[in-house]
């Protein structure tokens, strides 16, 4: 282990690898900080479910225009310099938001201002999160690829921690301490990770890994040598290669479009012109992709899976501590078992379904899903303790079992994103492909928000939630009908 370290430190330098692990796991331990503004809209702001759930949905919309930070940061460099800048910035919105909440009790309890700072906080982890995906594409991209799995690794494991850290601790926080200073504890990383920023180093363009890539490679990555006729055939793709990923695996090549059209500002950065010949560039080649069938219609399908089933966890959030009174260290636990089961899952996945195809998997994941709901019904109309089941197993074990056949659900997006991306602008597009989901996600929070106040269900008023609950058990069953969507051949083998 500490040779494997050692070898990672020769290649990327310790900096690198700090900034790396520290940006991923403030990632994962938002939880800490979020698990307190779920209270701060419930108990301070006396929001019902629904505004609760419309507030939260708006503060995470930066995360579905994700793109548009890759495209801006690769063609239009800050003094020649295109990662560092952009992540200082990142930073700043990620720092200033939690340090004003922590300072100002007026913001804290004001709906809009509120609102408005979570969503530029949001804006800064999103940026953050596409530039380090940046930085570490081009880590690897030449001669330490060798290295590609391992740094992945190592920032999947240093989110993982995070996540399991910030659940753990968050509900210890809002049992011990005031929300003022919650705020302000979860603001020491984002300033943490500004003073990381300054010690690592970036080339001065985007120019010179470009061209080294190019010459290396003997030909430009264009968006042409995209096939629009690839199969999947024995689970292969004929579309570049690219392997499956999971959160942070993206890809080792450029992210940017096909050289011929990335051109670099002049020294004085007063190339107007060329600026927006790259930005139009980039858009065409982003637009002219995924416009192909092959790409467009296995993406629609995930987007109609999230937008088709309404999200109604900010109910249940709402029905287990005012009802079921739960306390918040006992919800952080739940999330630590959430985290376990989204491991146990990517692993069960890997060892034992990637050869299966992958309608197949999204049929039994949405039947899981399903049947997950039913068990909520249970929970809301307390079958379960007529049974002789307590409520703190119900929500212990239905959250782990949640996250990881939830799993199953998104290794196969990742999976074809993977398989998807042409040659060029594989950064850009799968950072769009995580954009539609995510925005999926936003639009199903906002149906299960509708969906909420339709049925009249508030704090303290929970009578047609069983009602809620199997509307949304029923529509678990609505994206199964599109799966002509998703490529017959496909499997979880990467090509």
């Known amino acids: 282990m500490i040779g494997w370290c050692k070898q990672l430190r ?51 919309f930066p995360w579905s225009v994700k793109p548009l930070y890759g495209i801006v940061s690769d063609c239009i460099p800050i003094k020649g310099r295109k990662r560092i800048p952009y992540l200082i910035l990142a930073t700043l919105f990620s720092f200033f938001p939690w340090l004003l909440l922590g300072t100002s009790e007026f913001l804290r309890t004001s709906k809009v201002q509120l609102m408005v700072l979570l969503t530029v906080q949001n804006l800064g982890s999103a940026m953050a999160d596409v530039v380090i995906d940046a930085m570490i594409a081009e880590a690897v991209r030449l001669e330490r690829a060798l290295f590609a799995g391992d740094l992945q690794s190592i920032s999947w494991m240093a989110m993982a921690l995070g996540g399991i850290c910030g659940s753990l601790l968050g509900g210890y926080a809002l049992s011990n301490l005031r929300m003022d200073e919650i705020f302000l504890i979860f603001s020491v990383l984002p300033a943490l990770q500004l003073a990381s920023c300054h010690f690592v180093e970036e080339g001065s363009t985007a120019g010179k890994a470009f061209s080294k890539v190019s010459a290396s490679n003997g030909t430009h990555l264009t968006i042409e040598n995209f096939d629009t006729d690839s199969n999947f055939s024995n689970g292969k793709s004929k579309v570049g290669g690219a392997s499956r ?87 952080g636990t739940a999330r630590v078992l959430g985290w376990l089961g989204l491991m146990l899952g990517t692993f069960i996945y890997n060892k034992y379904m990637k050869n299966m195809r992958l309608r197949k998997i999204l049929i039994w994941t949405h039947i899981g899903l399903a049947t997950l709901s039913a068990l909520d019904l249970v929970l809301v109309t307390q079958t379960n303790v007529s049974l002789g089941i307590s409520d703190r197993v119900m929500v212990l074990y239905g959250s782990a079992i949640a996250d990881g056949i939830n799993q199953f659900k998104f290794m196969p997006f990742l999976i074809l994103s993977g398989q998807l991306c042409p040659p060029g602008i594989e950064g850009t597009l799968f950072a769009l492909f995580m954009s ?60």
């Open 436 to 495: 539609i989901n995510n925005f999926g996600s936003t639009v199903g929070s906002f149906v299960g928000a509708g969906l909420a106040s339709a049925l009249n269900i508030s704090s303290g008023s929970f009578d047609n939630l069983p009602l809620g609950i199997g509307i949304q058990v029923i529509c678990t069953f609505i994206p199964v009908a599109f799966l002509s969507l998703i490529p017959k051949e496909a499997t979880g083998v990467s090509a």
């Open 10 to 60: 020769g290649a990327f330098g310790a900096s690198f690898l700090w900034l790396v692990c520290l940006i991923y796991f403030t990632q994962g331990f938002r939880s800490f900080v979020w698990t307190a503004v779920s209270y701060q809209l419930k108990d301070e702001l006396k929001l019902s479910p629904s505004a609760s759930q419309f507030v939260s949905t708006i503060a995470f």
């Open 245 to 331: 990923r999971k959160k942070g695996q993206k890809d080792t090549k450029n992210s940017a479009i096909k050289s011929s059209d990335l051109q670099v500002l002049d020294k004085d950065g007063s190339s107007t012109s060329s600026l927006f010949q790259s930005l139009k560039s980039a858009s065409y080649a982003l637009f002219k992709a995924f416009r192909q069938p092959i790409i467009l219609r296995p993406m629609a399908w995930f987007f109609l899976a999230h937008v088709t089933v309404p999200n109604l966890s900010t109910v249940m959030f709402y029905y287990q501590t005012e009802i079921l009174n739960l306390e918040a260290s006992f919800l």
